[in-house]
């Protein structure tokens, strides 16, 4: 079974960059697709950018054009780059396959701040 680790989460200033790494602890991660998500405190949490073990990417429409997702499946890793960050989305990133998704199974994120 797959357990996946966040990290990468920091301060960062209005329209500054972050990378985000997700690494997993198990076996056969190639195969999985794994998402990057987000909660807002008192808001749901929402899928923000997604990649198939073959390398498809789908994105939240806000994000797509400054987020980049990408996996090195040789280190085992899926990296999420936040690019022209805004204040709005400082919070808590989390990185996770479909079926723990839909389990609800989650880690403990990476947490964004966006300050100037």
């Known amino acids: 079974q797959v357990q996946l680790v966040e990290s990468g989460g920091a301060l960062a200033k209005p329209g500054e960059s972050l990378r985000l790494s997700c690494a997993p602890s198990?076996?056969?991660?190639?195969?999985?697709?794994i998402g990057w998500y987000r909660q807002v405190p008192g808001e749901q949490r929402e899928l923000v950018a997604r990649?198939?073990?073959?390398?498809?990417?789908t994105y939240k429409a806000s994000v797509k054009g400054r987020f980049a997702i990408t996996r090195d499946n040789t280190d085992n890793t899926v990296y999420l780059q936040l690019n022209n960050l805004k204040p709005e989305e400082a919070t808590v990133y989390y990185c996770?396959?479909?079926?723990?998704?839909?389990?609800?199974?989650w880690g403990q994120g990476t947490k964004d701040t966006v300050s100037s």
């Open positions: 198990g076996n056969m991660f190639s195969l999985h697709a």
């Open positions: 996770n396959t479909d079926l723990r998704a839909e389990r609800n199974l």
């Open positions: 990649i198939t073990g073959s390398g498809t990417t």
